[in-house]
C-alpha cells in the first residue's frame, strides 16, 4: 500500500510540474523574439540528440548532494526536451498570431493572454502529454534504483522497485510477479482512456 500511495504521489506531482515547466519553457521560445533564442532551442535539440542517459544525471544529482532524497525522483525530470518541442510546435503552428494581435488591441496583458487564449486552446495537447508522461513516470525503475534504491527505509520504495525487491532480493517471485501485474493493469487503463481521448479528439 505504501508504494502504491508513493508512486501515485510521485507520479503525479512529476508530471504535473513536468508538463508546467515544459509549457512555461516553450511559450517565450515560441512566441518572443529575444537573443537567447536560438541558443536555448539549440542546446535542447542537443540534449535530445546526445543523451547521455542516466550516468551524467547521477553525476550532477550527486554534486547537488541530493541522492537517497525525494528531490533526486522529481528534478532529473521537470524538464523534458520532448515535451518542451511538442509544446514548441503546436504554439508556432496550430494558435494562429492574430487572437495574440487582437487580444493586445483590446488590452489584454501577457498573462491574460497565456491563460485565457494559449492554455484553452492547448487543452488538448496538454492532455495527451500529461497521459504520455503519467505512463512513464508511473512505470520508472532505472531513476529511483539508481538515486534511491527504494531508501532510505522505503521512503521513496515504488511499484517497480518494489516488484524488483519482492523477486530478486527477497525471492518472493509470486508477490513480485503479482506487484508487476498490478502495474500493469493500471498502466493498461491509463493506456485505454489515453486511446479514447484520442479517438474523440479525431472524431471532432
Known amino acids: 500500500p505504501l508504494s502504491f500511495l508513493l508512486t501515485v504521489v510521485r507520479t503525479l506531482l512529476g508530471t504535473v510540474l513536468n508538463v508546467a515547466v515544459t509549457t512555461m519553457m ?10 537567447a533564442r536560438r541558443p536555448i532551442t539549440m542546446l535542447t535539440a542537443f ?5 547521455g542517459g542516466m550516468i551524467p544525471t547521477f553525476l550532477v544529482v550527486k554534486k547537488l548532494g541530493l541522492i537517497d532524497t525525494v528531490w533526486s525522483l ?23 498570431t492574430e487572437l495574440y494581435e487582437s487580444a493586445s488591441i483590446d488590452g489584454a496583458g501577457k498573462l491574460d493572454t497565456f491563460f485565457k487564449i494559449t492554455l484553452p486552446l492547448l487543452r488538448a495537447t ?30 521513496t520504495q515504488m511499484l517497480s522497485t518494489y516488484s524488483y525487491k519482492l523477486s530478486f532480493d527477497m ?19 491509463v493506456g485505454m482512456l489515453y486511446l479514447r481521448a484520442t479517438r474523440e479528439e479525431s472524431a471532432a
Open 26 to 35: 516553450a511559450y517565450p521560445l515560441s512566441r518572443h523574439d529575444f537573443a
Open 74 to 96: 522529481v528534478l532529473p525530470g521537470l524538464v523534458s526536451p520532448w515535451n518542451m518541442f511538442i509544446m514548441k510546435n503546436y504554439f508556432q503552428t496550430s494558435i494562429p
Open 126 to 155: 496538454i492532455e495527451s502529454v500529461l497521459i504520455l508522461g503519467f505512463i512513464y513516470t508511473f512505470k520508472v525503475f532505472d531513476l529511483v534504483f539508481v538515486m534511491t534504491g527504494g531508501g532510505p527505509v522505503n521512503s
Open 47 to 51: 540534449t535530445m540528440l546526445f543523451s
Open 171 to 189: 525471492y518472493k517471485y509470486s508477490m513480485g510477479s503479482a506487484v508487476a501485474n498490478v502495474l500493469f493493469v493500471l498502466l493498461m487503463l
